[in-house]
């Protein structure tokens, strides 16, 4: 066969068709593996919907956001002020211990050994211009500010200086109401804001005087709402935020994105005494009342319900068939007081006053206080597993009201009884009954001479198998005459008759 025709034939033309293909194999490979980024180096991932960002527009929102606090500062740093306040503290001299302690002073006179040592005591803290009449002008502080206060000093934004002197104050809520006199003009009253629309997550902007430094401002967001547990008894209910405030911001502003007062600065949690990211402000709604009492009248009027509350545990709220219902709990009832005359009795649970809810103690403690006096209010009750309506007519609270025992009923908190309580006790596992955990001092059931730990077998002669069986004796309608039997140390013990009143 001619060379030629070799060429051409079936056989040759199949080879040439394969290296023809492996040869187009390694060009595209060599391609591909030229385009591929180097083994050295980082791999990038590439995102198919990545955009490119535009710099010029992230810092033209930024500088957005930096417009809105400088108009939030302008807006309310002309209303916050600085107090200066100068009080008296009584102590012991410093050297009395050790040195005097054991060897004393001749020469110094027995009376004075014994004479507490009064000294100055100077403080700082912030303010807010709430109301202006006439030339009369009001700032809202808080109470620990300005206690125990002989001078004050009030330093406007403009750094003008006024004597101030306080008008009246809430201890409960530790709020206070200060008044200088100027007849400028150009004073700047605070937009006050609505608290009860917060929401986590708004800006908040404090506004103070820190550690002295005049009219500084800091931002944050509202960390939380609703907080309990404020110092030495604070009834408010405490906004949270992560704005830094120190010492010295007390009484100043918590304030909205649209430069409202939403909230009034007033302590911090702290292990050093700075600023953590937790500080808690007063609702501004709670403080409304307040101002216009206390310039009115130059007092806080407070709501009085005439009941003692109880936290009671989940026991006891399950026995009631309560279960995880969020309300507050009626431990006792002041006999003369409001609660009773509408109806209200002890082991009531309240879950609506007047169609808003009632989530804690804490909360029925603020609604009621804020009841107008004289005021009618519809209290929605839990009582016996049946929802009941009453309506109740509040009266003013006076402490001596509200710290007469004598008329507290019943005077003993009651809760079932568990497996450990049986086991201390030696009850049988048979047995009924409601263990008593305490009794409070000075009222009926303390007369009686019931004590903690007392588990009550019988009322009138009716056993007494749960905490439902107690109070359903204890608040028949038809009894007025009450007898306790109870268990105490293996003795079973009847007290004398009580009749309520």
Known sequence: MSLTRKLFSKKIFLVNLVLVGIMIGFATAFVILARAPSSDSPAVAHA???????????VGQAKSIQMAFNEVSKTVLPSVVELDVVGTSTAPQ??????????GDPNQAPDEKTQPKQYEERGLGSGIIVRRQGKLVYVLTNNHVV????????????????????????????????????????????TLGDSDALEVGDWAIAFGSPFGLFSSVTVGVISAIGRDGGPDGNISDFIQTDAAINRGNSGGALADI??????????????????????????????????????????????????????APKATLTELALGSTKGAFIGHVFTDGPAAKGGIKPGDYVVEIDGKTVSSMDQLVRI????????????????????????????ERKEASAA??????????????????REELGLDKRSGGALVTSVIAKSPASTLGLKAG????????????????????????????????????????????????
């Not at 410093?94 to 060897?103: G, L």
């Not at 990211?277 to 009492?293: C, E, H, M, R, W």
């Open 368 to 395: 009621v206080g804020d009841l107008p006096v004289g005021s009618k209010s519809s209290f929605a009750v839990i009582r016996d597993g049946k929802r009941l309506q009453l309506r109740v007519t509040i009266d």
């Open 454 to 501: 007392d588990v009550v077998t019988e009322v009138n002669g009716v056993a007494i198998g749960s905490v439902a069986d107690y109070y359903r004796v204890l608040n028949d309608p038809k009894t007025q005459k009450f007898q306790f039997t109870v268990l105490r140390d293996g003795q079973t013990l009847t007290t004398l008759a009580l009749i309520r009143k």
């Open 404 to 421: 007469d025992y004598s008329k507290l009923w019943p005077g003993l908190e009651i809760a079932p009884i568990d497996a450990a309580a």
């Open 258 to 311: 649209d430069g409202r007062v939403i909230g009034i600065n007033t302590w911090i949690a702290s292990n050093t005494g700075g600023s953590i990211g937790l500080g808690f402000s007063i609702p501004i709604n709670n403080a409304k009342k307040v101002i216009d009492d206390i310039i009115s009248g130059g007092s806080v009027r407070y709501g009085w319900l005439g009941v003692l509350l109880s936290d």
């Open 94 to 103: 410093s050297d009395d211990f050790p040195w005097r302690f054991f060897f």
């Open 147 to 190: 206690s125990g206060a002989k001078t004050i000093n009030v330093k406007l934004y403009d750094e003008r200086e006024f004597p101030g002197s306080v008008v009246g104050v809430d201890a409960r809520r530790d709020l206070a109401i200060i008044s200088f006199e100027s007849q400028d003009a150009d004073i700047r009253v605070a």
């Open 48 to 58: 198919e919907t990545a955009l490119p960002i535009d710099a010029t527009a992230a």
